[in-house]
């Protein structure tokens, strides 16, 4: 029996995820369910070391190669140290963005397409989420709520860049259908909140692991 559960939360910059995970937080806090609640890149030590080189606009010579390693490799290090033994324990881990973040933006986003997947395939471990949910918004209108001081370096790239990586997405939601959850992020904080929820029941109800935390 798989112990655990996973969830991650995807979605443009500006989209409204961060609002959202403040949401999931207070859904599992409300029935007294303890989470594992961690982010991409980061969540140790390590990965938030190399998030500060990642998101350093000073770094503008950084090519999109090393870029997509050093995601993965914060996510390497991530996957074995705390969402592994996380739900081997039977925990349920929420996380900020997973591999698809990188499928989307370094794959489509920089257009280094398959490899990405193959230095991800490493990274991961055969760690996948159960349930994705996936803020979908115009890319432009997200960006547009981020000052500009405020940016960090991939928020600073071209809308072309950000358009191509929300293409991104919904080519992958459109592969892993049972697994991406598409939510509409234009609509109000509440409205999406209820949408979340839904699924958020539906899936506790439905897993056949056990959850430990409760
Ligand atoms: P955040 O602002 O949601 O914390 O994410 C940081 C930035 O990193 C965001 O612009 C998306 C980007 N990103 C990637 O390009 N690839 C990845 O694998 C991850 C996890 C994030």
Redo the contacts with the bound molecule.
Sequence with gaps: MRKGLFISIE???GSG??TQIENIKLFFADRGIDIVFT????GTVIGEKL?EI??DKELTEMSDMT??LL??A??AQHVRQVIKPALAAGKIVVC???????????GY??GLGEPVSII?GFAIDGCIPDVTFLMKMDPRVGRRRIRAEQQ????REQDDFHIR?FEGYLALEKRYPQRIVGIDASRGIEEIKLDIYKKLEEVLQSVPWQISGK
Excluded: M, T, V, W
């Design positions: 979605g443009s910059d995820k961060s982010r991409e890149p980061g998030r990642i998101l870029e997509a995601y993965a914060a996510r900020d963005r997973f591999a698809d973040s990188s499928i989307a933006y370094q986003g920089r991800n960090d370096r991939l928020e990586a």
